[in-house]
């Protein structure tokens, strides 16, 4: 490497670690390739959350076609409990979210 190649790589390397909050290059290496399986995960998170809500809406739909209600509370507690048990307190909150995305505020 030249010493321009030094100093743009110097460059990159103090981005990369203001980037991160790391103090060392080593744990800013650390981090920036962990954030990138978060990206890929939370990715990979959002497009579950659309599925089930076109799932949601199928079954949604087909009980107010019959005659039925948009909503059925029972069902809404038993997955409010999965979640619960699942991840503890806040995951009662995560599913609230995840249910008031699928079916709209009560
Ligand atoms: C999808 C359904 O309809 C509604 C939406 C739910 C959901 O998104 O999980 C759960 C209960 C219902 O309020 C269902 O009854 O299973």
Do not use: F, W
């Amino acid at each position: 490497m030249n010493s321009t190649a030094v100093a743009a790589q110097k460059l990159v390397e103090k981005t990369l670690t203001e980037k991160t909050g790391a103090h060392t290059d080593e744990a800013a290496a650390l981090i920036a390739g962990a954030r990138e399986r978060i990206d890929s995960l939370d990715d990979r998170i959002i497009g579950l959350v659309q599925e089930r809500m076109a799932v949601s809406a199928v079954i949604q739909e087909a009980r107010v076609t019959s005659g039925g209600r948009r909503v059925n509370l029972s069902r809404e507690m038993e997955i409010l409990g999965q979640y619960r048990d699942a991840l503890g307190k806040p995951g009662t909150s995560l599913a609230m979210t995840l249910l008031e995305l699928c079916r709209g505020r009560v």
